[in-house]
């Protein structure tokens, strides 16, 4: 009956999350956690690389990267699914999910074309003991396109523990498989927040409380043009 109560559906759903918190990710300083990064990229249990390419200018996804707070928060005024709760830490991100999963992310590296960010995940759920949690980097590589920018994604993820890693290494194919999937899901509706910053920063601002909206407005200057004052 236990091993039915956190078989692989819930294992699937819990593990494939952490991709989102990898993927909003506050400042932090690499030295910190420079070894637990190296670990993790060079015997990962679970890899998975993924293209990504999207006809926007350049300086939005360097801004959602480098603000990633405004990226979660948006996220939950559009209402994608999952909806993901965030809340800034002083170094970086706390995110929870309906399902009880909770994580820690931050970016850990910054250069031209290229960042790397580092994220820890915790289980508070019913179908799955306390024990297993995972620890991932994620490494985004990209540069400017004829129309927009394109680029690659490259995911690494490992188990803290001896069984966390058996039974992600069990199911590594169609861990890695479930993670590429929810990656390519979550950088659709990112393009959709990036398309709308872009070309309807006006109809955007409108449905952000004030809290947020100066917020994005530091974060976005350049559609303050095309706005009009609250």
Not at 187 to 210: C, H, Q, S, T, W
Request: glycine content about 8%; overall charge neutral.
């Amino acid at each position: 009956m236990a091993s039915k109560q956190w078989g692989f559906p819930v294992l699937k759903r819990l593990l494939s999350f952490t991709i989102f918190l990898l993927f909003l990710l506050g400042a932090a300083s690499l030295r910190a956690y420079e070894f637990s990064i190296q670990e993790i990229m060079d015997n990962p249990t679970v890899a998975c690389e993924r293209p990504f390419g999207f006809d926007v200018p350049l300086v939005i996804w360097e801004r959602l990267l480098e603000n990633p707070y405004i990226m979660g928060k948006l996220w939950e005024i559009y209402l994608f699914s999952p909806y993901y709760r965030v809340v800034k830490t002083a170094g970086g991100m706390h995110i929870s999910d309906p399902s009880g999963i909770e994580g820690d992310i931050r970016q850990v590296g910054k250069s031209d074309g290229h960042v790397t960010f580092y994220g820890t995940g915790t289980f508070d759920h019913w179908a799955v003991p306390s024990f297993f949690t995972a620890s991932g980097v994620v490494i985004f590589e990209y540069k400017e396109a004829s129309e927009g920018f394109c680029g690659n994604v490259n995911i690494f993820m490992r188990g803290d523990n001896l069984i966390s890693r058996f039974v992600m290494k069990l199911f590594a194919g169609s861990i890695s498989s479930r993670i590429g999937n929810r990656m390519g899901s979550t950088l659709k509706n990112v393009e959709k927040m990036m398309a709308d910053i872009a070309n309807n920063p006006k109809g955007l601002r409108e449905k952000l409380p004030d809290d947020l909206l100066n917020y994005f407005d530091k974060t976005f200057p350049l559609t303050l043009k095309d706005s009009t004052d609250r």
